[in-house]
C-alpha cells in the first residue's frame, strides 16, 4: 500500500524525545528515517533503565517506540569521514532535523549555511530549547522550558506545589510542531524549488499548549496565572466530583433545564428545590455553596451509578480513569490509538501506543520498533550513497562509521 | 515573499476552538480559508470587549455565512466544494451525513478532496459518535489521577485538546503530500481522545509496557524516580526549583557544588547510588539543601553552570519575556478602537516564508459578498438575493 509520505527522506539527528518524535510521526506515514547516532553509545535514550523509579524490564520502550520505523546509522561526526557521510546522504535528502546545540552542528559543519550550499532542496528543521531568537543558551528540557511558560504554576489546588502538565508533554508538542513545520515547508519546497530553516522550540510550542488559557490572560484576565479551586469553579455543572468509589468529571452548560434534569437524579429533594440554585445567575453567584452541596450528594453513590443515572438523560460526564483503563479500552484499540507490534529485542509482540493521526487511504502503520545502533549503517552507505565495500572497510578501521 | 501554502483552498466548518484553531494554523502559512458558518451563528464577545479566543482559532480566515440548508445555499456550497482543496468539519458523523456534508457526499463533488474531521473519540469504536469535549477525552486518558501529589484532586490541564489541533494540521499536510504524488484524496481523522494520549505518551507507553502500581497512583515529589531530573524542590521564598539532568553521571559535580553537597559523598557517588539505592535519601537531602537559599540565588547558581535547571514562573514570565515575543511567540495586534492587543502568537519559525497575521478574526459574513462574487463569480443581483432570503448574512444594505 502506498504511504502518505513515501519518497521523502529525513536525516534525523536528535536525542532523547522531542526531536525523535517529530522523526517518528513522519516516518510513521512512510517517510525513509535516517536516524544518525553516535557510535559510541548512540542516542542518550538507549540508555533508559527506569521510568517512575520502575526499571525499564527486557524492552527499552522508552527508546524503541519513539525511534519506530527509522533506519539507524552509527557514523562519528567528529571524524572527517563521518562528516563526509553526512554531507553526501544531505545532498541525497529532503529533511535534516536535530534537536543538538548550534554549535555542535557548527563544529561538524552541519550549520544550515553549508547544508544549503550541498542541498538547496534541503529543509532544514530544528528544535531548539527557546527559539531561534532566544537569549538563553543552556541545555534545555521538557519541564525545564515547562517551568518558565507558567503552565505549571497554574495547575492544581491553590497552595499545592506546581504540576507538570506529564511526562514528555512539551516535548511531544514540540515534536509534533516541527513534523508539521516540515511538511508545510515541503509543501512550499515543491512547488519553488527551495528549501528553508525552520525551528519548533519547546518553549514556543509549550506556549501554544498552554493558549486556551494564555489567551485569555494576555487579554487581561490576571487570574489566569493562578492556581483555581475545583471549589470555585464557575459553573458548579462544569466540574469534577468525588463519587464514594472515585473521581469523576460532569461538563452540564450551566442552563435551568440542565439543572433540573441534574438535580432530579441526586435523591435530594432539598437540593432539587433550593432556591438559591433555581436559576443559572443563581448558581453561578452561590457556586461554593452548590459545589459543596453536590459534593455531599454525589459521595453517596459509585461513579457507575451515577453514570447509569446519566446516560439516558443524556448527561455528559466520565469517571476519571486510570491507565489500566486505558489499556484495555476499545475505543483506543479499534481506533488504531493501540496497536500490537513485534519486537526483535524480546521476539514477541508487544502493545505499543498507535497512530493518532488517521488517513483513510494511506493509514500509517507501525512497521519495526526501533533500530538496533548502527544496523543500517552499511546499507545506506553502499546502496543509498555509492560507496564500495572497501570504502567501508576503510571507515571503520578510521573510526568514522561503528 | 510567496507564502508557504498560497494557493490551497480551505472550507472551514469548524464550531470547536481547537478544531478551529487547527485550522487557523493552515491559515497563518497563507492557505486560503474560508469559515463558512450559519448566518444564525452567534458571538459570545460583548461590545466593546475583545473575543480573545475568537480572534485566535480564527485569525487570517475569511467569514461566508451561508445556511448551507436551502437549494441556493446547497448550490454555493456545491461551487465552493469544486474549488476547494480541504474541507473540514468537526460535527458529529451522523449530522454531517444528514446534512449532505460527510466525506462520502463531497467527495461524490470533488474526488481529490481532503476531508479532515474532528471528533471526541475517533471514527471506529463504540463512542465514535459521542459529544466531543475535551474534559471527557481527558478523563479517560489514565492521566488525570497521577499527575498532582498524594490525596489532591485529579487535575485538568486544558492542554489535551492542543495536542488535536496540531495534528488536525499535520494530517491535513500529509494528506496533500500525498494527493501531490497521486492524486488521490482522502479523510483525514483526529480526535480530542488521540490528542490527550498522545500528550501523556510517556505515562502510557511505560504503563502499557511495564504496567504497575506506580502508574496508577500519584507519586510524591519526595518519592520521585531520579533526585535530580523531573523533580520540584522548594526554595527558602516559597518558589519552586525544578530540575531535569537525567544523565547524572554529567550534572552530579555541578549540582554537589551549588547544593553544598561532598561531590564523592559515599551515599551518592554513583548513578546508581543516586537513581536507587540511596535515591529517597538524595530527595530528602536536596530538599533540604534548596530550602536553605532563595529562588533567585538557585537561578544564579544554575545558569552560571548551564544546568538544565529553573524556577517555576507564572504567565507573567513569557508575557514579559522580549525572546517571547522577538520570536513572534507573542505578537501584539493594533486595534483601531481597543488599542494594542496582545495574543499567543505563532510556535514555528520558518526562515523564508513565515507566519503572518494577514487577517483579523472576521466578524460574520464578513466576506459573504467577495466569497461569492470573487470565488464564485455571482452577481451583485444574485447576492442581493440570497441575503433577502436570508441564505447569507453579513452583506450591508445598499
Redesign the interface.
Known amino acids: 500500500m502506498?504511504?502518505?509520505?513515501?519518497?521523502?527522506r529525513v536525516i534525523d539527528l536528535t536525542v532523547w524525545?522531542q526531536g525523535p518524535?517529530a522523526a517518528q510521526?513522519l516516518a510513521d506515514?512512510g517517510a525513509e528515517v535516517i536516524k544518525v547516532e553516535r557510535p559510541q553509545g548512540g542516542d542518550?535514550a538507549r540508555g533508559?533503565r527506569?521510568?517512575?523509579?520502575?526499571?525499564?524490564?527486557d524492552?527499552n520502550?522508552?527508546f524503541l517506540?519513539i525511534n519506530r520505523n527509522k533506519k539507524s546509522m552509527a557514523v562519528d561526526l567528529k571524524e572527517a569521514g563521518g562528516r563526509e557521510i553526512l554531507h553526501k546522504l544531505v545532498k541525497e535528502s529532503d529533511v535534516f532535523l536535530s534537536n543538538l546545540s548550534s554549535e555542535n552542528l557548527a563544529a561538524w559543519q552541519l550549520s544550515?549555511e553549508e547544508l544549503r550550499e550541498i542541498n538547496p532542496r534541503l529543509v532544514y528543521a530544528m528544535n531548539t530549547g527557546?527559539?531561534?531568537?532566544?537569549?538563553?543558551?543552556?541545555?534545555?528540557?521538557?519541564?525545564?522550558?515547562q517551568?518558565?511558560?507558567?503552565?505549571?504554576?497554574?495547575?492544581?489546588?491553590p497552595g499545592?506545589?506546581?504540576?507538570?502538565?506529564?511526562?514528555?508533554?512539551g516535548d511531544?508538542?514540540g515534536g509534533?510542531?516541527?513534523?508539521?513545520?516540515i511538511?508545510?515547508?515541503?509543501?512550499?519546497r515543491?512547488?519553488?524549488g527551495?528549501g528553508?530553516?525552520?525551528?519548533?522550540?519547546l518553549?514556543?510550542?509549550q506556549?501554544?499548549?498552554?493558549?486556551?488559557?494564555?489567551?485569555?490572560?494576555?487579554?487581561g484576565d490576571k487570574t489566569?496565572?493562578?492556581q483555581r479551586s475545583?471549589t470555585d469553579a464557575p459553573n458548579p455543572l462544569?466540574n469534577?466530583y468525588?463519587a464514594s468509589d472515585r473521581?469523576?468529571?460532569l461538563?452540564l452548560e450551566n442552563g435551568d433545564e440542565h439543572w433540573s434534569q441534574l438535580s432530579g437524579t441526586l435523591d435530594d429533594e432539598a437540593l432539587a428545590g433550593d432556591e438559591r440554585f433555581a436559576t443559572d445567575t443563581g448558581r453561578s453567584g452561590h457556586h461554593a455553596e452548590l459545589i459543596a452541596a453536590l459534593d455531599a450528594a454525589i459521595a453517596n453513590q459509585t461513579a457507575d451509578e451515577w453514570m447509569e443515572r446519566w446516560r439516558p438523560l443524556g448527561i455528559?460526564?466520565?469517571?476519571?480513569?486510570?491507565?489500566?483503563?486505558?489499556?484495555n479500552?476499545?475505543?483506543?484499540?479499534?481506533?488504531d490509538?493501540?496497536v500490537e507490534t513485534y519486537c526483535e529485542e524480546v521476539q514477541r509482540d508487544?502493545?505499543?501506543?498507535g497512530l493518532?493521526?488517521?488517513?483513510?487511504?494511506?493509514p500509517g502503520s507501525v512497521r519495526t520498533l526501533g533500530p538496533e545502533l548502527g544496523q543500517h549503517t552499511e546499507e545506506i552507505l553502499t546502496e543509498t550513497l555509492g560507496y564500495s565495500w572497501e570504502q567501508v572497510v576503510e571507515l571503520k578501521e578510521q573510526g568514522a562509521i561503528l | 515573499m510567496t507564502k508557504a501554502l498560497d494557493g490551497l483552498v480551505v472550507l472551514d466548518t469548524t464550531t470547536e476552538f481547537w478544531a478551529a484553531l487547527g485550522v487557523a494554523l493552515l491559515g497563518d502559512f497563507g492557505a486560503h480559508v474560508i469559515k463558512i458558518e450559519p448566518p444564525s451563528t452567534r458571538r459570545e464577545a460583548n461590545a466593546g470587549t475583545w473575543d480573545h479566543l475568537n480572534e485566535l482559532a480564527n485569525r487570517n480566515k475569511l467569514s461566508l455565512a451561508l445556511d448551507t440548508e436551502p437549494a441556493a445555499g446547497r448550490a454555493a456550497l456545491e461551487a465552493l466544494v469544486k474549488k476547494a482543496d480541504i474541507f473540514v468539519a468537526d460535527r458529529p458523523i451522523p449530522d454531517l451525513e444528514q446534512r449532505r456534508l460527510d466525506y462520502a457526499s463531497l467527495a461524490a463533488l470533488k474526488p481529490d478532496l481532503i476531508y479532515a474531521h474532528g471528533s471526541g473519540y475517533g471514527p471506529a469504536g463504540p463512542d465514535r459518535d459521542a459529544p466531543a469535549i475535551d474534559e471527557l477525552a481527558a478523563a479517560r486518558t489514565g492521566i488525570m489521577p497521577i499527575l498532582q501529589q498524594p490525596g489532591q484532586p485529579p487535575v485538568y490541564t486544558e492542554a489535551g485538546q492542543m495536542y488535536s489541533s496540531v495534528m488536525l494540521a499535520f494530517g491535513v499536510m500529509a494528506a496533500l503530500r500525498h494527493r501531490a504524488q497521486t492524486g488521490e484524496g482522502q479523510q483525514v481523522n483526529v480526535s480530542l481522545f488521540a490528542g490527550n494520549m498522545y500528550g501523556a505518551s510517556l505515562d502510557i507507553q511505560a504503563y502499557l509496557a511495564m504496567g504497575g502500581e506506580r502508574f496508577l497512583q500519584p507519586v510524591s515529589r519526595l518519592d520521585a524516580g531520579n533526585p535530580m531530573s523531573g523533580v520540584l524542590y522548594r526554595a527558602s521564598d516559597g518558589r519552586w526549583v525544578t530540575l531535569t539532568m537525567p544523565d547524572t553521571d554529567r550534572w552530579w559535580p555541578d549540582l554537589a557544588a551549588i547544593t553544598g553537597l561532598d561531590v564523592d559523598d559515599e551515599r551518592f557517588n554513583s548513578h546508581e547510588k543516586r537513581c536507587e539505592v540511596n535515591r529517597l535519601e538524595l530527595l530528602s537531602t536536596l530538599e533540604d539543601a534548596f530550602s536553605k537559599q532563595p529562588s533567585d540565588h538557585w537561578r544564579t547558581e544554575l545558569n552560571a553552570r548551564q544546568m538544565s535547571a529553573d524556577v517555576i514562573e507564572d504567565y507573567g514570565y513569557p508575557e514579559g519575556d522580549r525572546s517571547a515575543v522577538r520570536n513572534r511567540y507573542i505578537i501584539d495586534i493594533e486595534d483601531e478602537r481597543l488599542g494594542t492587543l496582545r495574543s499567543v502568537g505563532f510556535p514555528i519559525h520558518m526562515s523564508e516564508s513565515p507566519a503572518e497575521l494577514t487577517k483579523r478574526a472576521p466578524t460574520l459574513g464578513q466576506h459573504s459578498a467577495a466569497v461569492l462574487s470573487k470565488t464564485l463569480g455571482y452577481s451583485a443581483d444574485e447576492i442581493a438575493q440570497l441575503q433577502t432570503d436570508g441564505v447569507i448574512a453579513g452583506v450591508s444594505d445598499g
Open positions: 502506498a504511504n502518505a509520505l513515501d519518497g521523502i524525545f518524535v510521526h506515514f542518550l533508559v527506569s521510568i517512575k523509579a520502575v526499571p525499564v524490564g524492552w520502550q522508552y517506540v544550515y527557546y527559539g531561534p531568537f532566544g537569549e538563553i543558551t543552556k541545555p534545555s528540557f521538557d519541564m525545564t522550558v517551568a518558565l511558560t507558567g503552565l505549571m504554576a497554574r495547575q492544581g489546588e499545592q506545589p506546581p504540576i507538570y502538565l506529564g511526562m514528555g508533554s511531544a508538542i509534533l510542531m516541527a513534523a508539521l513545520g511538511l508545510i515547508a515541503l509543501q512550499q515543491d512547488v519553488t527551495v528553508q530553516y525552520l525551528d519548533a522550540s518553549y514556543g510550542a506556549l501554544f499548549l498552554g493558549a486556551p488559557s494564555l489567551q485569555g490572560y494576555l487579554a489566569l496565572a493562578q475545583r462544569w469534577m468525588e473521581w469523576l468529571m461538563c455528559p460526564a466520565s469517571p476519571i480513569g486510570n491507565l489500566e483503563e486505558l489499556a479500552d476499545p475505543q483506543a484499540w479499534e481506533n490509538y493501540f508487544v502493545n505499543v501506543r493518532p493521526v488517521g488517513l483513510s487511504k494511506t
